[in-house]
């Protein structure tokens, strides 16, 4: 799911910053605590906004509300 949100990000032309949990032990701790705990991925912080395996629909309503040109 992750290749997946990343394509549409690359797709409507957002910048934003891939962060690899298994490589960042910090990164891997803010996920569990944005999810109760479990590692889902990908978890998306947009202006403050979490969403965690967002739908291509839900990504494009937080990226609009953010006031990210989509």
Known sequence: MTTETREHLDELGVDYE???VDADPA?????KEQNGG???IPTLNIAGSVLTQPSDEKLDSALTQAGVSI
């Open 18 to 20: 891939y962060i690899d």
């Open 27 to 31: 990164a891997s701790k803010w996920v």
């Open 38 to 40: 479990k590692e889902k």
